[in-house]
Every structure is written in structure tokens, then in C-alpha cells.
């Protein structure tokens, strides 16, 4: 069977795109441990999911980002709390993923899971990027996974490409994808706090919550 690699934190929007390709590829998730305040909430997640979906699972730690990182995620400094209106400010929005940014995760990320694709010879990667998050996030946008995918193209001997099947949806069309598909959204765990209940007034939280409601769910 064809392999892929799924970054995986356990949280909504990766686990909505690899359920979307568990019927066609053998999956070998990888959950990155950098020492944010989720960490040990994405881990016990992660791992949850992976059992159930019958989908190899392993923990990457990288202490070094956590030392260079100014992120609220990785430091005691406090983690916004937003208001439903605040989702759709894009300057509200826009201050919140500034505080909560980690110095190039995502490149960092979808390079070492390049290097595992390589190794296994899996034809692709799976990420959670979405364009409702690509809005404040550029390492979530369609033009960086366009251009991740040109470089992979240019730098590996290997014809392995990105796989972002939510890219051009919103969090409630994801969500509507995750229930065509048959992803355990219910086991997925969000929140940038790492709590064992999910805060619910942090962004993550927030746009979460919102797409559920809007779905019905």
C-alpha cells in the first residue's frame, strides 16, 4: 500500500486531512514535541487517534525550539483569549498570531517530515494547513504550499509532494469534510493551553467551537 506522512498534533484540521487519505495510504503520523504548553495534551491526543485509526505513531522532540522561541505557546507569558468577533477582525486576529507564533514551525516541521518521506519512500505529506487560518498564518497559505512542494520538486531526489486537502475551506467546511470522511473530530484536541478540558476563549478554541456551531454539531 502507498505510505504518507501526516504532521500530526492530535488537533482538528490534522486530523480531518489524513482521515481523508486513511483509505488510500498507510499512515505514519508524526507529532512534534517542542516544548509548548499543549505538548503533553497533543501527545496522549495523537496517540489516541492513531490507535484507533490504525495509523503508526511517533513523538519528535525538539528542545532547541522551545529555547528560541518568543512564542506565548512556549513561554509563561500568557495566551490571548478572543471573543467570537475578534475571528473575523483581521487585525485583532492578525496581534493574536503574532504572539502566538513559533520562529518557522511549519518549515521546520514539513522538512524533517520530508526527510521520514524519504526514508519510508512515502509519496506524500499530510498537513492541516486551511485557508481560514492562512489568513493571519502564512505558513498556512496556498502560496506556501505551493512553493513548499516547487522546492521538495527541485531538492529531493524523490517525487513526494504536500497534501493540504483543506487549503481552500474555512473551519466549517472542514469540519463538514470531517464528517464525509469519518474523522474522529470528536477524540481531536485543540487548545493552545494544554489543560486537560480545552479553555475555550483561546483563538484555537474559538474558531473550533464556531465551526461545530455553524455545522450543527
Known sequence: MK?????????????????????????????????????????????RICEKMGWTHEVIELPWLSKISNSSLNTEEDIPEVSVDDLDNLDKSSETASNVWVPARNTIFTSIALSYAESINAEIIIVGWNNEEGATFPDNSKEYLEEFNNLIEVGSPEKIRIEAPCIDLNKEELVELGVKVGAPMKLSYSCYKGEDEPCGVCESCMRRKRAFEKVGI
Open 3 to 47: 505510505k504518507a506522512i501526516s504532521v500530526f498534533s492530535g488537533g482538528l484540521d490534522c486530523t480531518v486531512a489524513t482521515a481523508a487519505y486513511d483509505k488510500d495510504y498507510e499512515i505514519h503520523a508524526i507529532t512534534f514535541d517542542y516544548g509548548q504548553k499543549a505538548a503533553a495534551q497533543e501527545i496522549k491526543t495523537s496517540k
